[in-house]
């Protein structure tokens, strides 16, 4: 989308699909006749749970996600597990990897030792050995990962030194940026490209390229396109016309396009020869130049494509049509239809590749390969991870004689330098089959092809190709795997018929369905565990502020309503059985410096924020509190006594301004002044023009969500004096922040245990969430200008998060921690809202309450359906 100016979990919505299931998706509440002991057949009727949209990203090394992740999980066990207080936990009765463990300190080291159980089995019947868990391991480690996890952020002996495959490994930070740098030059040169063959300003210098490097500049002028194009259709899946249609007075998703992506200003009704807006700030759609728009330039097209392809529909070739009209005025095409570089206007294809969302998606890229392209150059001096080793015991600390069995186990040890309080939780990953993520053949850089899984030794090969960006795309992560998992949790991967011959990515998630099937080997993950009580289980796609009607209707046993006062009626009322508990996250508004690159002016709409209109209006009877510092309640480390924050040394003070008076005194005061439409802009050497004028981004595809009435209070406050905010809503705001396209938004994180904040927060994290906080754009070339303040508070971050790591002391941890808390409170990149309850809601008259968790076992970290193998029918 043009932008004009932890894991973690989203409120999205889509919407509710009703369908006829077979014998696996039927849910058929006829009590069985056969059955004297249970009403309902657990091998033949599926077990349905609520879930807000996917991404459809079920890979467990890159999806990122709440809802991806939850997914996913079923089909996985751990290493190591935790139980309801949050503590580390494995064993014969834990869905782990792990049968014990130890943790010694000795001297200026710290020794991990995993003993890893025998026998336990995949879901496709493969063995999990200790092949598997150095895989995993490694790919976790290894420099072209980019997903989620953070294992590498841990100081194991010797990683730096395979990271960077040098002996004496130099600054991280510098040589992942040296990298950086390699993009932004290759991005740079593909600008003079276009200014000198196509069509430039005068103003815009360039010189003629070299001739070597024209075959170089052609495929990355392609690649640009291509993944321009992807952006295009990705807008365009991603319009959700709720508040269009209620603040807009827009009908068609074809408008919201053209406006948005197209540029196309005359679709709003004009007043006095400026856009009309009414009194909360909303521009109006003028039909009549609609009507025109649409009759002059795509209404014979649209007819064409249906007249050619019967099976098309007419928003689908809608889209065809002005996606390829906007498309075009980018990249215009020659007679033969091959991309015409001298017809390309210079500006906007420069525009492409600094301010769309494919300037992120292309940075990486180029990022990546210029790391890939590195390590092919050179030999691999490193060959494994000196920290990182294995052994086989017959005795093991802490486990008996007759545990052991007299059998022969493999141990993984790690060995860390000093101490590391996050350790052990990260080393909790998750363990997948090598066997179905790597592969028999691939042909890395320097032209050589392997067979990964057959040439696995565990010294210097370890199931992947070191740090090729491509590897990873292509095999870890290729299609089939991406919407279809595999793993030894207590589910699998099934379809709605149950053919397990016939699953496929395509099958597992089907018209808003997911399809599980038991795990016929789950049984072997443990001695104390046994396979799935219910056969069949399924994930139904339902709106966030559907799913008590839902529940009501039959169409889902269990879903979880937002926890509001309304809701828990409505529930009590209808004879559903519900139970809360503490959310283990927080509610947030988020603000991108890439969007928003000056820090006085995401103060400013800080201040705008009333944050007393969620738990007033929304979170009603004491089901949310406010809270002042982006971290949960529920965290050891959250500050007693937290107030708004306020720092009068510096100037700082983040509480509500109702009138506006503080919020134009900062903007104002950042040398922003009032343009001829009486908004405030300012231009910024390296950046361009700063126009205040964004969109206040809900996570969701409904209206109903805590922060919307929040958010449209605050943009009456900001549209008096001098932005110019609309607020809407987006289905698919989940894959929008895990690339960075979002300007200004409101979610939620789901918090992990350990108040550790390195994947979140930390300058060299690779985790998608900084992409939200703009660090790529912090960190690089505008470091010493427009971010240089930023940059400063993102260093001093990084410190107090590494020094609250070097200590297990959880007294001085929270004395940094809460240093820290507001060090990104004075960032001003993430505004804390509410601590909320999560409220778990099901049929209790088909499911057996005393088969999920007790009462006094629940807890933010142990929920009613943490031993989901264990849940029955009544």
């Given at each position: 989308?043009?932008?004009?100016?932890?894991?973690?979990?989203?409120?999205?919505?889509?919407?509710?699909?009703?369908?006829?299931?077979?014998?696996?998706?039927?849910?058929n509440?006829?009590p069985?006749?056969?059955?004297?002991?249970?009403?309902?057949?657990?091998?033949?009727?599926?077990?349905?749970?609520?879930?807000?949209?996917?991404?459809?990203?079920?890979?467990?090394?890159?999806?990122?996600?709440?809802?991806?992740?939850?997914?996913?999980g079923?089909?996985?066990?751990?290493?190591?597990?935790?139980?309801?207080?949050?503590?580390?936990?494995?064993?014969?009765?834990?869905?782990?990897?792990?049968?014990?463990?130890?943790?010694?300190?000795?001297?200026?080291?710290?020794?991990?030792?995993?003993?890893?159980k025998n026998?336990?089995?995949?879901?496709?019947?493969?063995?999990?050995?200790?092949?598997?868990?150095?895989?995993n391991?490694?790919?976790y480690?290894?420099?072209?990962?980019?997903?989620?996890?953070?294992?590498?952020?841990?100081?194991?002996?010797?990683?730096?030194?395979?990271?960077?495959?040098?002996?004496?490994?130099?600054?991280?930070t510098?040589?992942?940026?040296?990298?950086?740098?390699?993009?932004?030059?290759?991005?740079?040169?593909?600008?003079?490209?276009?200014?000198?063959?196509?069509?430039?300003?005068?103003?815009?210098?360039?010189?003629?390229?070299?001739?070597?490097?024209?075959?170089?500049?052609?495929?990355?002028?392609?690649?640009?396109?291509?993944?321009?194009?992807?952006?295009?259709?990705?807008?365009?899946?991603?319009?959700?016309?709720?508040?269009?249609?209620?603040?807009?007075?827009?009908?068609?998703?074809?408008?919201?396009?053209?406006?948005?992506?197209?540029g196309?200003?005359?679709?709003?009704?004009?007043?006095?020869?400026?856009?009309?807006?009414?009194?909360?700030?909303?521009?109006?759609?003028?039909?009549?130049?609609?009507?025109?728009?649409?009759?002059?330039?795509?209404?014979?097209?649209?007819?064409?494509?249906?007249?050619?392809?019967?099976?098309?529909?007419k928003?689908?070739?809608?889209?065809?049509?002005?996606?390829?009209?906007?498309?075009?005025?980018?990249?215009?095409?020659?007679?033969?239809?091959?991309?015409?570089?001298?017809?390309?206007?210079?500006?906007?294809?420069?525009?492409v590749?600094?301010?769309?969302?494919?300037?992120?998606?292309i940075s990486?890229?180029?990022?990546?390969?210029?790391?890939?392209?590195?390590?092919?150059?050179?030999?691999?001096?490193?060959?494994?991870?000196t920290?990182?080793?294995?052994?086989?015991?017959?005795?093991?600390?802490?486990?008996?004689?007759?545990?052991?069995n007299?059998?022969?186990?493999?141990?993984?040890?790690?060995?860390?330098?000093?101490?590391?309080?996050?350790?052990?939780?990260n080393?909790?990953?998750?363990?997948?089959?090598m066997?179905?993520?790597?592969?028999?053949?691939?042909?890395?850089?320097?032209?050589?092809?392997?067979?990964?899984?057959?040439?696995?030794?565990?010294k210097?090969?370890?199931?992947?190709?070191?740090?090729?960006?491509?590897?990873?795309?292509?095999?870890?992560?290729?299609?089939?795997?991406?919407?279809?998992?595999?793993?030894?949790?207590?589910?699998?991967?099934?379809?709605?018929?149950g053919?397990?011959?016939?699953?496929?990515?395509?099958t597992?998630?089907?018209?808003?369905?997911?399809?599980?099937?038991?795990?016929?080997?789950?049984?072997?993950?443990?001695?104390?565990?046994?396979?799935?009580?219910?056969?069949?289980?399924?994930?139904?796609v339902?709106?966030?502020?559907?799913?008590?009607?839902?529940?009501?209707?039959?169409?889902?046993?269990f879903?979880?309503?937002?926890?509001?006062?309304e809701?828990?009626?409505?529930?009590?009322?209808?004879?559903?059985?519900?139970?809360?508990?503490?959310?283990?996250?927080?509610?947030?508004?988020?603000?991108?410096?890439?969007?928003?690159?000056?820090?006085?002016v995401?103060r400013?709409?800080?201040?705008?924020?009333?944050t007393?209109?969620?738990?007033?209006?929304?979170?009603?009877?004491?089901?949310?509190?406010i809270?002042?510092?982006?971290?949960?309640?529920?965290?050891?480390?959250y500050?007693?006594?937290?107030?708004?924050?306020?720092?009068?040394?510096?100037?700082?003070?983040?509480?509500?301004?109702?009138?506006?008076?503080?919020?134009?005194?900062?903007?104002?005061?950042?040398?922003?002044?009032?343009?001829?439409?009486?908004?405030?802009?300012?231009?910024?050497?390296?950046?361009?023009?700063?126009?205040?004028?964004?969109?206040?981004?809900?996570?969701?595809?409904?209206?109903?969500?805590?922060?919307?009435?929040?958010f449209?209070?605050?943009?009456?406050?900001?549209?008096?004096?001098?932005?110019?905010?609309?607020?809407?809503?987006?289905?698919?705001?989940?894959?929008?922040?895990?690339t960075?396209?979002?300007?200004?938004?409101?979610?939620?994180?789901?918090?992990?245990?350990?108040?550790?904040?390195?994947?979140?927060?930390?300058k060299?994290?690779?985790?998608?969430?900084?992409?939200?906080?703009?660090?790529?754009?912090?960190?690089?070339?505008l470091?010493?200008?427009?971010?240089?303040?930023?940059?400063?508070?993102?260093?001093?971050?990084?410190?107090?998060?590494?020094?609250?790591?070097?200590?297990?002391?959880?007294?001085?941890?929270?004395?940094?921690?809460?240093?820290?808390?507001?060090?990104?409170?004075?960032?001003?990149?993430?505004?804390?809202?509410?601590?909320?309850?999560?409220?778990?809601?099901?049929?209790?008259?088909?499911?057996?309450?005393?088969?999920?968790t007790?009462?006094?076992?629940?807890?933010?970290?142990?929920?009613?359906?943490?031993r989901?193998w264990?849940?029955?029918?009544?």
């Amino acid at each position: 989308m043009k932008k004009s100016s932890r894991v973690f979990a989203l409120v999205l919505a889509c919407f509710l699909v009703m369908q006829v299931f077979g014998l696996v998706a039927c849910n058929n509440d006829t009590p069985n006749p056969d059955d004297n002991t249970k009403k309902y057949d657990q091998e033949t009727r599926a077990f349905t749970m609520s879930i807000s949209t996917p991404d459809g990203v079920f890979n467990p090394y890159f999806s990122s996600s709440a809802y991806d992740s939850q997914i996913v999980g079923i089909t996985q066990i751990g290493m190591l597990n935790t139980d309801k207080n949050g503590k580390i936990v494995c064993g014969e009765d834990e869905p782990t990897v792990v049968k014990a463990y130890t943790v010694k300190e000795e001297g200026e080291y710290t020794n991990y030792e995993f003993l890893i159980k025998n026998g336990i089995k995949f879901s496709d019947g493969e063995p999990l050995t200790i092949k598997d868990v150095l895989f995993n391991l490694y790919l976790y480690l290894d420099p072209a990962y980019t997903g989620s996890s953070t294992i590498y952020s841990t100081d194991i002996v010797g990683l730096k030194s395979y990271r960077q495959q040098q002996l004496q490994p130099g600054d991280e930070t510098a040589f992942e940026q040296s990298f950086a740098d390699a993009a932004n030059k290759r991005i740079s040169d593909l600008v003079n490209y276009v200014r000198y063959e196509g069509v430039a300003g005068k103003d815009e210098e360039c010189s003629k390229p070299a001739d070597e490097a024209y075959p170089q500049l052609k495929k990355d002028f392609e690649t640009v396109a291509a993944k321009f194009l992807e952006e295009l259709n990705s807008d365009w899946n991603a319009i959700d016309m709720t508040s269009y249609k209620e603040n807009n007075e827009f009908t068609d998703k074809w408008q919201v396009f053209l406006l948005n992506d197209g540029g196309y200003s005359e679709l709003l009704r004009k007043e006095n020869n400026k856009t009309y807006k009414d009194e909360n700030g909303n521009f109006k759609l003028d039909a009549a130049a609609a009507q025109t728009i649409y009759n002059d330039e795509i209404k014979s097209y649209v007819e064409e494509l249906m007249a050619a392809d019967k099976s098309l529909t007419k928003e689908a070739a809608e889209q065809q049509v002005c996606v390829n009209s906007v498309f075009g005025s980018f990249f215009p095409k020659t007679s033969d239809g091959k991309y015409n570089v001298k017809s390309t206007q210079a500006s906007s294809f420069e525009s492409v590749v600094t301010n769309w969302g494919t300037a992120g998606t292309i940075s990486d890229l180029f990022a990546a390969e210029a790391k890939s392209q590195h390590f092919a150059n050179n030999e691999k001096v490193v060959p494994s991870i000196t920290g990182v080793t294995t052994k086989k015991v017959t005795s093991f600390e802490g486990v008996s004689r007759e545990e052991m069995n007299n059998e022969e186990y493999d141990v993984l040890c790690i060995k860390i330098n000093g101490v590391d309080p996050k350790a052990i939780y990260n080393f909790s990953f998750t363990v997948s089959p090598m066997h179905y993520y790597s592969t028999h053949s691939y042909t890395n850089k320097k032209g050589v092809t392997h067979d990964y899984i057959n040439e696995f030794d565990g010294k210097s090969n370890f199931g992947l190709e070191f740090g090729d960006s491509d590897f990873m795309n292509t095999v870890v992560n290729a299609p089939e795997k991406v919407g279809l998992p595999l793993g030894a949790g207590s589910y699998m991967a099934s379809n709605e018929t149950g053919n397990q011959n016939k699953v496929s990515a395509d099958t597992f998630f089907d018209k808003n369905m997911v399809y599980y099937e038991r795990n016929p080997f789950f049984e072997t993950v443990g001695k104390k565990l046994s396979n799935a009580k219910i056969k069949y289980l399924k994930y139904k796609v339902v709106e966030t502020d559907q799913v008590i009607g839902a529940l009501i209707n039959g169409d889902i046993d269990f879903g979880e309503p937002n926890a509001t006062q309304e809701n828990k009626t409505a529930l009590q009322e209808a004879g559903i059985t519900s139970v809360q508990t503490m959310t283990s996250g927080y509610g947030y508004v988020g603000i991108n410096p890439r969007f928003v690159p000056n820090i006085n002016v995401r103060r400013a709409i800080m201040k705008a924020m009333d944050t007393s209109i969620i738990v007033q209006n929304y979170y009603k009877g004491g089901l949310a509190s406010i809270i002042y510092r982006p971290m949960s309640k529920a965290s050891w480390a959250y500050p007693d006594g937290a107030t708004v924050y306020k720092d009068e040394a510096k100037g700082l003070d983040y509480s509500y301004d109702s009138t506006g008076a503080e919020i134009k005194e900062l903007v104002e005061e950042a040398g922003y002044r009032l343009n001829g439409n009486g908004v405030y802009e300012k231009v910024i050497t390296g950046f361009g023009t700063d126009t205040l004028n964004y969109k206040f981004t809900i996570a969701g595809g409904s209206t109903d969500h805590p922060a919307y009435a929040m958010f449209l209070n605050a943009v009456k406050v900001l549209n008096a004096n001098g932005f110019d905010v609309q607020v809407v809503t987006s289905q698919t705001a989940l894959s929008d922040l895990s690339t960075g396209k979002l300007a200004v938004w409101a979610a939620a994180w789901s918090s992990t245990v350990d108040p550790d904040m390195y994947q979140v927060y930390h300058k060299d994290s690779k985790a998608s969430s900084t992409n939200n906080w703009g660090y790529s754009y912090i960190k690089g070339t505008l470091k010493d200008s427009v971010y240089k303040t930023e940059w400063q508070l993102v260093q001093q971050l990084s410190d107090l998060i590494d020094a609250g790591r070097e200590t297990t002391d959880q007294k001085e941890r929270m004395e940094i921690y809460a240093e820290a808390l507001d060090k990104i409170m004075e960032l001003a990149v993430e505004f804390p809202t509410y601590q909320r309850n999560d409220l778990a809601a099901f049929r209790g008259e088909i499911l057996k309450r005393a088969s999920m968790t007790k009462d006094n076992d629940l807890t933010p970290y142990n929920g009613l359906l943490s031993r989901i193998w264990e849940v029955e029918y009544n």
